[in-house]
């Protein structure tokens, strides 16, 4: 695809906000969709980016999500913080419980947050990076809908469940990494197919179990977790911690409540935030500072740190605006049309 054109983030920000009001999503939902959509796209995270919209409208049209839900803090005053999504986008949650999950955690040390029966369709390096710059370390997961074998099985049970981790750091951005713990997400299956691209042999099997580099037969298949049987542990440990724990659906409950994978994953979410001061107190040493010492010592190896290609991706989109091909500016103007 060539990049034919450039927009700027706040131009594109109000171009899909007015996609999702116009199909009648609440306001502060449609903003807070956009921003994280966007800045998938800033970040040239593609598989999280505009290519999303659609998804989101496929949900609403199927009536599988709630437009108006205003997300709602439960009541408590331990660790444990709760947000009821009812049934909405995920994102608004996030964005309404953030501040009570940073006060939390700076007074309790570390602290939880759980969002209840919410639509998680972004990239979850969005919610880490945002507690990384209040100083916090964080992990974020979820499960998503059956579409993963285990490892050494062939038919899909895990989700994609990704997994996100951010560290607080002294210069501009934090420490990031995030990830499916199926070897890509799903959504990359899917611009393959759509870009009429076969898939890297080890992503998939079709459904007859046998490998393959179709992406059509690969959505129709299972996808392979990361790593084997350790990605396949993480994806599960995941189907325990952000599901079974909390009561919520796990990927398979997801899967059949959704009727399969064509329709965003409804289900819930757990973000687990650490003030590293308070852990380190005691010790007299900087956790910042010891971290740094480690970047260091792996960027001296020449390696690069997870993030370092968005980050990169973002200034270049703050500076020169975010590229898109004419395709995508005609799928943009089509959303709007709907
Ligand atoms: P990638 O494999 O593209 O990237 C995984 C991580 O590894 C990124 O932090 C990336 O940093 C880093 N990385 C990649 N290459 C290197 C390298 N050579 N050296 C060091 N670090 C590297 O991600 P996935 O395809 O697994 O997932 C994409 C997105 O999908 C994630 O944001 C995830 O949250 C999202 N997702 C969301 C789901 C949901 O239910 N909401 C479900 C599944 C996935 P960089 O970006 O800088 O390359
Ligand atoms: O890309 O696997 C994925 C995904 C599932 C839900 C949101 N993203």
Same mark, same amino acid.
């Given at each position: 695809?060539?990049?034919?054109?450039?927009?700027?983030?706040?131009?594109?920000? @109000?171009?899909?906000?007015?996609?999702?009001?116009?199909?009648?999503?609440? #306001?502060?939902?449609?903003?807070?969709?956009?921003?994280?959509?966007?800045?998938?796209?800033?970040?040239?995270?593609?598989?999280?980016?505009? /290519?999303?919209?659609?998804?989101?409208?496929?949900?609403? +049209?199927?009536? +599988?999500?709630?437009?108006? =839900?205003? #997300? *709602?803090?439960?009541?408590?005053?331990?660790?444990?913080?709760?947000?009821?999504?009812?049934?909405?986008? $995920? !994102? #608004?949650? &996030?964005?309404?419980?953030?501040?009570?999950?940073?006060?939390?955690?700076? %007074?309790?040390?570390? $602290?939880?947050?759980?969002?209840?029966? !919410?639509?998680? &369709?972004?990239?979850?390096?969005?919610?880490?990076?945002?507690?990384?710059?209040?100083?916090?370390?964080?992990?974020?997961? !979820?499960?998503? /809908?059956?579409?993963?074998?285990?490892?050494?099985?062939?038919?899909?049970?895990?989700?994609?469940? #990704?997994? =996100?981790?951010? /560290?607080?750091? +002294?210069?501009?951005?934090?420490?990031?990494?995030?990830?499916?713990?199926?070897?890509?997400?799903?959504?990359?299956?899917?611009?393959?197919?759509?870009?009429?691209?076969?898939?890297?042999?080890?992503?998939?099997?079709? $459904?007859?179990?046998?490998?393959?580099?179709?992406?059509?037969? =690969?959505?129709?298949?299972?996808?392979?977790?990361?790593?084997?049987?350790?990605?396949?542990?993480? %994806?599960?440990?995941?189907?325990?911690?952000?599901?079974?724990?909390?009561?919520?659906?796990?990927?398979?409950?997801?899967?059949?409540?959704?009727?399969?994978?064509?329709?965003?994953? *409804?289900?819930?979410?757990?973000?687990?935030?650490?003030?590293?001061?308070?852990?380190?107190?005691? @010790?007299?040493?900087?956790?910042?500072?010891?971290?740094?010492?480690?970047?260091?010592?792996?960027?001296?190896?020449?390696? *690069?740190?997870? %993030?370092?290609?968005?980050?990169?991706?973002?200034?270049?989109?703050? =500076?020169?605006?975010?590229?898109?091909?004419?395709?995508?500016?005609?799928?943009?103007?089509?959303?709007?049309?709907?």
């Amino acid at each position: 695809m060539t990049q034919a054109r450039t927009i700027s983030i706040a131009d594109l920000e @109000t171009k899909v906000t007015g996609i999702f009001a116009q199909a009648g999503i609440r #306001p502060e939902t449609a903003q807070a969709m956009s921003r994280v959509i966007v800045a998938g796209e800033r970040d040239n995270c593609k598989s999280h980016g505009i /290519y999303r919209i659609e998804g989101c409208l496929r949900v609403l +049209k199927a009536g +599988k999500v709630v437009p108006d =839900a205003v #997300p *709602r803090l439960l009541e408590g005053a331990g660790p444990i913080l709760q947000i009821d999504a009812a049934g909405g986008f $995920a !994102c #608004p949650a &996030f964005e309404e419980a953030k501040t009570a999950l940073v006060d939390r955690t700076r %007074s309790f040390g570390l $602290a939880a947050l759980v969002i209840r029966d !919410c639509l998680h &369709f972004s990239a979850l390096w969005y919610e880490v990076e945002e507690l990384a710059r209040e100083g916090l370390a964080a992990l974020s997961m !979820c499960p998503s /809908y059956s579409s993963v074998a285990p490892s050494g099985g062939a038919a899909p049970l895990l989700g994609t469940n #990704p997994f =996100a981790f951010a /560290y607080p750091r +002294k210069g501009p951005h934090p420490y990031v990494f995030d990830f499916a713990t199926s070897v890509v997400a799903r959504g990359e299956i899917e611009l393959h197919r759509r870009a009429g691209k076969p898939i890297p042999e080890g992503w998939a099997i079709d $459904a007859s179990g046998k490998p393959t580099t179709d992406a059509a037969e =690969a959505l129709g298949g299972a996808m392979l977790p990361f790593g084997g049987h350790k990605g396949s542990a993480i %994806s599960t440990m995941i189907e325990l911690m952000a599901g079974a724990m909390l009561g919520e659906f796990m990927s398979a409950e997801a899967y059949a409540f959704m009727g399969g994978t064509n329709l965003l994953p *409804r289900h819930g979410a757990l973000i687990l935030a650490f003030d590293p001061a308070r852990f380190a107190a005691q @010790t007299g040493r900087d956790p910042i500072a010891e971290g740094e010492r480690l970047f260091t010592a792996i960027a001296d190896q020449g390696a *690069r740190l997870p %993030s370092q290609r968005r980050f990169a991706a973002r200034a270049r989109a703050e =500076a020169e605006g975010i590229a898109l091909t004419e395709a995508e500016f005609r799928q943009l103007d089509r959303l709007a049309e709907l």
